[in-house]
């Protein structure tokens, strides 16, 4: 591999662990959703006043991330600040945005999941359709999807950054090893980082933008709906995923091409038996 070669599949190894380290930080922070949360009847009509600690009454602000975040709702008497998690039941099917101890939140969980099918059933006759984020609650599906293929373009992208290294400092004679796994790993990883991209904003616009509230906040007449948008965590992930596809332009312009080179041991033919070269 010529010295351009080297040097431009060396610039997809930084690039891949910037996207690596874009996905982690997704990850790690709590900024996905960002919801505002206010009073839908006639109560925060009259009372849409600011209160003592500088909010608005009866409004609030949420946050979250794949796993916690912050909820600050005011029910008139001030702001207050509330650690939220991601609370799921595989078996079940759903998840829910919850604020307590371990064991309350697994009742909790419980409980809500309940309400939903008891009162599934007692509408199972009407037209009216009870929606999952009427509850507070959202597919168990697609929260994992969105954590393991995102999970899955950070290891191809490690897998690529490791026969990076080697494209630069061996001599790959293996077809999967030379060039042709370069694009293979740059364009798993770009792949897996995609679809965990599209899983979240399935998400978002079936569930999070209609309710990103718990049942209790619900029924005291608080919504989010169309009031939640997308935040930088997500788009760190949206980054990511440009960066893998920025990756494979770079291999296109350093002029290596989807086949291995082999080395001088590949070159030898055999004629009648004998061993030419």
């Known amino acids: 591999m010529g010295e351009t070669k080297k040097g431009f599949v ?5 690039v891949s662990l910037a996207a690596i380290g874009l996905v982690v930080a997704a990850f790690v922070t709590e900024n996905w959703v960002s919801a505002f949360a206010q009073k839908t009847n006639n109560t925060f009509i009259r009372n849409a006043t600011v209160d003592t600690d500088g909010t608005l009454k009866f409004t609030g602000n949420i946050t979250f991330g794949l796993f916690s ?5 005011n029910y008139g008497v001030g702001a207050r600040k509330q650690t939220i998690e991601v609370v799921c039941d595989g078996s079940a099917g759903y998840c829910v945005l919850y604020n307590t101890t371990t064991l309350e939140k697994r009742k909790k969980l419980e409980m809500v999941i309940d309400d939903y099918n008891n009162a599934s059933a007692v509408l199972a006759q009407s037209s009216v359709k009870d929606e999952l984020y009427e509850f507070g609650l959202f597919p168990y599906g697609f929260w994992v999807a969105t954590i393991v293929l995102s999970s899955l373009g950070m290891a191809w ?3 690529s950054i490791g026969f990076s290294i080697f494209n630069i400092v061996g001599k790959p004679i293996e077809t999967i090893t030379g060039p042709m796994g370069l694009y293979l790993w740059n364009g798993l990883a770009l792949l897996f980082s995609a679809l965990g991209m599209v899983m979240y904003l399935v998400l978002f616009f079936r569930y999070y933008n209609y309710n990103v509230l718990p049942l209790e906040d619900r029924l005291a007449d608080f919504t989010t709906k169309d ?5 930088y965590s997500f788009y760190l992930l949206v980054t990511a995923t440009g960066l893998y596809f920025i990756n494979l332009f770079l291999l296109m312009f350093s002029g290596v091409r989807l086949k291995c080179g082999f080395t001088r041991e590949a070159d030898k033919v055999i004629d009648n038996g004998i061993i030419l070269y």
Do not use: E, M, P
């Open 157 to 159: 992208g490690l897998v």
């Open 10 to 14: 060396g610039l997809t190894i930084f």
């Open 227 to 231: 009031n939640a948008n997308l935040a």
């Open 69 to 73: 975040g912050t909820r600050y709702v």
